[in-house]
Nanobody
Framework: QVQLEESGGGLVQAGGSLRLSCAAP????????MGWFRQAPGKEREFVTA??????????TDSVKGRFTITISRDNAKAAVYLQMNSLKPEDTAVYYC???????????????WGQGTQVTVSS
């Protein structure tokens, strides 16, 4: 079982930026797809963005296009995924989860490995 770990969440004012990181310490993540999901209080977990293992393919939900950027780095097959979030809005407030899967999908059910989540709070 691969456990992913997120970091980089926090409290930021509207218009500010945060950078989230995700890795699997001490483990090799061979999943061809890695993504970020988020869940706000009282809402379902929603897709934010995904990236292929080579970085050639990316996908973003409409509400974050032009503001968020997902990148991936691989060092000795140990992947790390980053989410640069700019121009943050209060509606971006949520717990952000990193996930790894074997299918190109926006469906969280298609992702196999998950992190514990990191809180992102954007104040107005």
């Amino acid at each position: 079982q691969v456990q992913l770990e997120e970091s980089g969440g926090g409290l930021v004012q509207a218009g500010g930026s945060l950078r989230l990181s995700c890795a699997a310490p001490g483990r090799t993540v061979n999943s061809p797809v890695m993504g970020w999901f988020r869940q706000a209080p009282g809402k379902e977990r929603e897709f934010v963005t995904a990236i292929s293992k080579t970085g050639a393919l990316t996908d973003y939900t409409d509400s974050v296009k032009g503001r968020f950027t997902i990148t991936i780095s691989r060092d000795n097959a140990k992947a790390a995924v980053y989410l640069q979030m700019n121009s943050l809005k209060p509606e971006d407030t949520a717990v952000y989860y990193c996930a790894a899967g074997f299918y190109w999908s926006r469906d969280y059910g298609q992702y196999t490995y998950w992190g514990q989540g990191t809180q992102v709070t954007v104040s107005s």
